[in-house]
């Protein structure tokens, strides 16, 4: 990384790991150690939103260019990366940030010394940050040293590393995220705006690997009057993979997404609650949680096996 890339992310917030990872503390996090609101993956999974790390391997690099992304596009890195930190390096260092970054709430009125001190012993990794952890090549050692150490892993990625995913099915994370944020090849193409031709194939054949994953889910990211349309499409791609989960989610026009998108690009809880009605009613699933400040609902054949023990 360049000084100028540290830079601004260090100004947002970002604590740098090695030489291409970093956590940011995030503000569910934070009000999770005070007491006053969770996350989404808390309410629908059960994680615990004041002990997880929210974390990136590939700061940079990544095969897309997305409208709604919050990353600088500017910086995008299309390779894999090369002469990469070793996962035991990238782990310490993820945790040791993580942790000094939390300390400054220990005198906070609103943090008791239960939360605080659970804090101190994270228990999740969230690999979601910034760029495509598939893009690291030592992502299946990674996964499980995160699991050695009794942590459980959100894996999200958009697909185009299928041979990465190929290989995790032996180092499976306990939950792999494929993000799909379009209906169909044109709409992909205009919104995500991959760096490589066949960049929808790729999406295609690692959406039919996640009936090969314990705990699969695939995420609609959705952004009004770009890719919040064609219910049918997403269903159509939904029926085909039979995802564990199906997650949709309001795209916000946060970090350097608010340059690409405008206020009203964003949708409201009750127009994705609506989509997510639409597509129900073209699939076998059905909604069985929303979180409305998050701007997202759950979609699941049968509620049941959603909530994991992260004790």
Avoid at 31 to 51: A, M, P, W
Avoid at 256 to 284: G, S, V
Avoid at 299 to 310: A, H, I, Q, W
Wanted: some cysteine; aromatic content about 10%.
């Amino acid at each position: 990384m360049k000084n100028k890339q540290i830079q601004d992310l260090e100004k947002q917030g970002y604590r740098i790991v090695g030489k291409h990872s970093a956590i940011k503390v995030c503000l569910w996090c934070k009000r999770s150690l005070c007491g006053e609101d969770v996350c989404y993956k808390n309410t629908f999974y059960g994680i615990q939103s004041h002990r997880c790390i929210q974390s990136s391997v590939s700061l940079f690099n990544c095969l897309h260019n997305c409208q709604f992304c919050w990353r600088c596009l500017e910086y995008t890195d299309a390779k894999v990366i090369e002469n990469p930190d070793e996962p035991k390096i990238i782990l310490d260092g993820l945790i040791k940030e993580h942790k000094e970054f939390l300390q400054g709430f220990k005198g906070n009125d609103k943090v008791t010394n239960k939360l605080f001190n659970e804090s101190m012993e994270p228990k999740h990794i969230a690999l979601s940050l910034a760029g495509d952890a598939t893009m690291y090549p030592k992502l299946p050692e990674l996964i499980d040293l995160i699991h050695e150490r009794k942590m459980t892993s959100f894996l999200v990625t958009n697909g185009l590393m299928p041979d990465m995913l190929e290989k995790l099915l032996q180092h499976q994370p306990t939950q792999l995220y494929i993000t799909l944020a379009a209906p169909d090849k044109e709409t992909y193409l205009k919104v995500c705006r991959p760096l490589v031709k066949d960049g929808w194939e790729r999406l295609q054949k690692a959406l039919q690997l996640l009936k090969k994953f314990q705990r699969s889910t695939i995420r609609l990211t959705l952004v009004k009057y770009l890719n919040m349309h064609n219910a049918k499409g997403y269903a159509e791609e939904v029926s085909k993979v039979q995802p564990m989960f199906v997650e949709l989610k309001a795209g916000m026009p946060v970090g350097y997404a608010q340059y690409r998108m405008i206020y009203e690009n964003m949708p409201r809880h009750e127009e994705i609650k609506e989509f997510a009605k639409e597509i129900a009613k073209l699939t076998n699933y059905k909604i069985v949680d929303e979180k409305e400040n998050s701007r997202v609902v759950l979609l699941m054949k049968e509620d049941k096996y959603r909530k994991l023990n992260f004790n």
